[in-house]
């Protein structure tokens, strides 16, 4: 009988897997297609300069909306596995700091929603949304942990309703602090609870924001946002309850 250290298994090796060259293409297209929110923002950046909110938060949705979609590609088409060297949650994660957090608070006083003297308050929910997307918890694989930074819908509302600016800036500085609170938001395309319900809830929460962005002072922009802070309130709702789930099941 050989030693312990030299004994063999009947039991084949497995096979690396090995993808095609038109494999390893569609991957790269599926990278291309996520890198499109580059783009987006710096016409967005340029829409800011230009006092043009309506074409900036256009631009945004846009933004918002490849974001949304490209995690359906990329694990339809297992990038991971076609590109083991190149870190497309990286690349995500740049760009979702500019559309999500960078120009969405540059926006407040660019587009007079808070006085440009108070600019520097910015710093607080910037610096927050930063130490927010490098925690290593900050995504589990169905939630964000901590208010998910969504200044960008956040700009918008304040787009939308002009509030006095001390009420934006108190509002700004309490999701800074929500960030730290590691409450389970769900991620809304990976969620399993109420999967149906979020997604088509999701597509009339971008299409209320949409006809929001083109008509933000229109006739029927009451409408456009009372149908998205409902979705924004259902969002929150189950959120919560996922939060607790988690806790009772001694996952938390």
């Not at 909306?65 to 995690?71: C, L, N, Q, R, S």
């Not at 996922?242 to 001694?250: A, I, P, V, Y």
Request: proline share 6%.
């Amino acid at each position: 009988m050989k030693p312990a250290h030299e004994q063999t298994t009947d039991a084949p090796l497995e096979a690396p897997l090995t993808y095609s060259q038109r494999d390893r293409a569609l991957a790269w297209g599926v990278h291309l297609y996520t890198a499109l929110g580059l783009p987006l923002n710096i016409a967005a950046a340029m829409a800011l300069i230009n006092k043009d909110g309506s074409l900036f938060f256009h631009l945004n949705l846009w933004a918002v909306f490849i974001d949304a979609t490209d995690g359906f590609m990329a694990r339809g088409i297992k990038v991971k596995e076609r590109l083991p060297n190149f870190d497309g949650g990286k690349l995500d994660d740049l760009i979702d700091f500019l559309t999500f957090t960078f120009l969405p608070l540059l926006s407040l006083p660019l587009l007079g929603l808070i006085p440009t003297s108070w600019t520097l308050w910015l710093s607080i929910p910037l610096i927050s949304s930063a130490y927010g997307f490098c925690q290593t918890r900050a995504k589990t694989d169905d939630a964000f942990v901590g208010f998910p930074s969504y200044w960008n819908i956040i700009a918008l509302y304040l787009f939308a309703f002009q509030p006095p600016a001390w009420v934006s800036l108190a509002l700004l500085m309490w999701l800074s602090v929500m960030v730290f609170v590691p409450i389970h938001y769900v991620y809304p395309t990976r969620n399993k609870t109420l999967f149906k319900t979020t997604m088509i809830g999701g597509g009339v929460f971008m299409l209320s924001l949409l006809g929001l962005v083109l008509e933000p002072q229109g006739p029927y922009a009451t409408i456009y946002a009372t149908l998205a802070l409902s979705y924004t309130a259902y969002y929150t709702v189950i959120s919560f309850a996922h939060h607790l789930k988690l806790k009772r099941e001694g996952k938390l």
